[in-house]
């Protein structure tokens, strides 16, 4: 299994060279899906998701799909999605991702997938992917509502992603708070910034970061 982990995307040149390794293709032959579900339930302005997809459109993929899983049937999303090298799962809202995730039926489909496709996520994208998260954290760290429910998300690593480390939208994400709950989080945590992401390739685990990261327990 292949996935690439970052905590705001295709942003800088390493990353990028990251999921090329993992592709092992010229991006111009690679076919992406842009899932944005997680966005749905933010509020605000969306130029940050505008910049995720513009980031996509520089590296000049042979396609770029949008794919919104809780806006279509499966029917419609279900054959895009298989049509794709990469599933990149953007940002937003974790657990609201991963509910729509189980409603749809893509998890169920997820594991075969990624013996042959890339797992590519973003901030919450990048989040699901452990065994399983708590609404607490989300709401300690990114003002997100705290039903003070544990769910269960993709299983697809050991570890987990706290992403936007000493960003200034999410003044709370900062290494003295994530030293103190840590622990209770059990497993391996990542703390990444903006420039940095996480590389799986089968069990080597890898972090790309031209900025400040770090793992903890």
């Given amino acids: 299994m292949k996935l690439l982990l970052t905590s705001a995307g295709l ?9 090329a390794d993992l592709v092992q293709k010229p991006f111009k032959t690679i076919n992406l899906a842009f899932i944005p579900t997680a966005a749905n339930v933010e ?11 513009y980031n996509c459109k520089k590296l000049q993929f042979k396609q770029v799909d949008i794919v919104d899983i809780s806006a279509v049937a499966k029917n419609i999303w279900q054959p895009r999605l298989e049509q794709a090298d990469i599933l990149f799962f953007g940002g937003g809202n974790a657990h ?31 989040i699901i992917a452990c065994h399983q998260r708590s609404d607490k954290y989300s709401a300690h760290f990114f003002g997100e509502p705290n039903h003070d429910e ?8 050991n570890f987990q992603i706290i992403p936007h480390l000493n960003s200034d939208y999410f003044p709370n994400v900062r290494l003295p708070r994530i030293t103190q ?14 420039n940095s992401a996480v590389k799986v390739d089968s069990d080597k685990i890898e ?4 900025g400040q990261w770090q793992k903890f327990n």
């Fill in 96 to 126: 609201y991702l991963m509910k729509q995730i189980e409603k749809s039926g893509l998890k169920n489909l997820l594991m075969s997938w990624l013996k042959t496709k890339i797992y590519l996520g973003l901030s919450a994208g990048s």
């Fill in 181 to 194: 709950i840590a622990p209770e989080m059990k497993t391996p945590v990542y703390a990444l910034d903006d």
């Fill in 150 to 157: 544990k769910y269960k998300c993709l299983g697809l690593v």
């Fill in 43 to 53: 509020p605000g302005g969306k130029e940050w998701l505008i910049d995720d997809l």
């Fill in 11 to 19: 942003v800088n040149q390493p990353i990028i060279d990251a999921l």
């Fill in 207 to 210: 972090v790309i970061s031209t």
